[in-house]
């Protein structure tokens, strides 16, 4: 770069994301920042996504965030596009991902007076981001987008906000350059915590390790779940971390959250150690901190976490190492004391294969048996992308997330997640398969987005499960008011030709027969493909839930 030619602060702007290693950002334009997208059109080194909402915008930078393990960069305009994409900063906060939301602003001669779409950020967003900037003086831009990078991947990683001024970005400056990439800080695990957790391991009867969460990546999994062979540890993900240790692994023991396998629960309370690798314990995981207590009598928790506001936060821990996953892992790994192996390890396993096993349920479109299709159809490594709903709960239970990543779910439980995410990950890994799964309800919180996955030429394949209702709701509905329906019925469009409206190549599946056939013209096609699959309410859920079952509970 010339130090001797003036260039707005939008040019610098992007001179400096280029310099932290961004090479895509997801967008809806706003005049707000035209600046940006006046240098983002002479910067072949990153793309531009233009989506079609900011909500879906925003999605898909949580998603970019996740597999990359650098900020997810997403641009909005301020007011009504920065109220789509919190959302998006939501998910990225509590799923602990690295992602940058930029919002053009009003001027800076016209703050605080409430002009058009004006918003004061940094109160909007306060408890939805780890930091909201606001950058005044383009001179000082350098300054701010290495603070934002940093603090994005810092710790627990997560979303930082930063506000653009329309004028500031159009104003010229010189001689000013980008700060060199930042390298996110790897704590180093300290030998003598290290001593003591293999002592506490020595001593163990019963021990289970809780795995997946902040600034876990390939690294840290290659090491831990090499570490937990070794000795034999059975190994549980933490609620939707189930890619953290492949599944295949001896030791995988399956994963928390909704639904979990119930001798998997008993393994947990029976424990007298839990290790607790970069998860936070939150409230899905613990089953609203009951499996695990905070106070946890009987138990020795040992937490091991990059943040040091994240131990001893609501968990009182026994040992509290604040490490790096993967400078953590890899000293485990390495560790060189001989722990008798646990026999406990390949147990768990064997329940665990038990669990995710599909048995048949009677109904004409069963779902354990559409993912046991897909088991046996699509490769090992498949990226599967889902939102919020009960039916994400069949492939949480019965696929193996074997990849890496290989699983892109919301911890914080959004709606509308599972295609936008898909869209990044075509972008992201195009040699993989990529799967949106998605429900009737949930699809349609971001299904536009499709139009962007055909504009970009995204192979992916949506799975969407089609029960006239948000089935989740109607669920809990049954249980605590039964035979009273209220605000979950759902009428539908016909979501194949949708689909193909869009561009795509779609089918209309009603049973397992009708599943098979059009998941395997699928696999055969290239761009956007959709399985329209109608099932019945009575198929409430992968753990048997029904309408007539729990109408009969309620009367019994």
């Given amino acids: 770069m010339n130090d001797h030619h003036s260039m707005t602060g939008g040019r610098l702007l992007v001179d400096c994301l280029i310099e932290q290693g961004c090479d895509r950002i997801f967008t809806v334009p706003g005049e707000s920042f035209l600046a940006v997208l006046d240098a983002l059109h002479d910067s072949p080194g990153i793309e531009t996504v233009i989506c079609r909402q900011e909500g879906g915008a925003a999605f898909m930078a949580c998603a970019d965030g996740a597999m990359t393990g650098r900020p997810g960069v997403c641009f909005v305009t301020r007011g009504p596009g920065a109220t789509n994409a919190s959302i998006g900063a939501h998910v990225a906060f509590q799923d602990s991902q690295p992602m940058l939301l930029f919002i053009g602003d009003v001027d800076r001669g016209m703050k605080d007076r409430e002009g058009f779409q004006e918003v004061d950020f940094g109160t909007m967003f306060a408890p939805l981001a780890k930091l909201v900037l606001r950058i005044d003086d383009p001179k000082r831009i350098p300054e701010y987008i290495a603070r934002a990078w940093a603090t994005a991947l810092a710790g627990r990683p997560g979303p930082v906000v930063i506000a653009l001024p329309e004028d500031m970005l159009l104003e010229e400056v010189s001689g000013i350059t980008p700060r060199p990439a930042i390298a996110r800080p790897a704590q180093a695990v300290c030998p003598d915590a290290m001593g003591t957790l293999m002592r506490i391991l020595e001593e163990a009867c019963a021990p289970v390790a809780i795995v997946g969460g902040a600034g876990w990546h390939a690294k840290a ?132 294969l038990a669990w995710s096993s599909p048995q048949a349920n009677g109904h004409k479109l069963d779902m354990g048996q559409v993912v046991g299709t897909m088991r046996r159809e699509l490769p090992d490594d498949a990226i599967i992308c889902n939102g919020a709903g009960n039916f994400s709960g069949w492939w949480h239970r019965y696929w193996h997330y074997n990849g890496f990543p290989s699983q892109l779910a919301p911890t914080a439980g959004a709606m509308g997640y599972g295609v936008p995410a898909a869209v990044a990950a075509a972008k992201r890994h195009p040699e993989r398969t990529v799967v949106a799964l998605a429900g009737d309800g949930d699809f349609l919180m971001n299904g536009q987005e499709l139009a962007t996955a055909v504009q970009y030429g995204c192979d992916l394949l949506v799975v969407l499960v089609d029960n006239g209702a948000y089935g989740t709701i109607r669920m809990h509905q049954e249980r605590e008011f039964p035979e009273r329906v209220s605000g979950t019925t759902l009428h539908n469009p016909d979501f194949a030709a949708l689909a193909r409206a869009y561009g795509g190549w779609a089918q209309r599946v009603e049973s397992n027969a009708d599943f098979d056939t059009a998941l395997a013209e699928a696999k055969d096609r290239k761009g956007l493909r959709l399985l329209h699959l109608v099932i019945d309410i009575e198929q409430l859920s992968a753990g048997g839930a029904s309408v007539s079952g729990l109408r009969a509970k309620a009367k019994g």
């Avoid at 509290?320 to 004391?337: G, K, Q, R, S, T």
């Fill in 221 to 352: 999994r290659k090491h831990f779940t090499s570490f937990a062979e070794r000795i034999g540890l059975p190994v549980a993900g933490a609620f939707r971390r189930q890619d953290a240790v492949p599944n295949s692994s001896e030791v995988w023991a399956g994963n928390l959250g909704y639904g979990p396998n119930p001798k998997l629960v008993e393994r947990i309370k029976r424990a007298d150690l839990v290790l607790v690798v970069g998860a936070r314990l939150g409230e899905a995981t613990t089953d609203s901190y009951t499996l695990i207590t905070p106070e946890h009598p009987g138990q020795i928790v040992v937490h091991v976490h990059p943040d040091p506001a994240e131990l001893g936060r609501v968990y009182r821990p026994d040992l509290a190492i604040c490490a790096d996953m993967a400078e953590f892992a890899e000293a485990a790994d390495l560790w060189d004391d001989d722990i008798v192996p646990f026999d406990a390890g390949r147990e768990a396993h064997k329940e665990w």
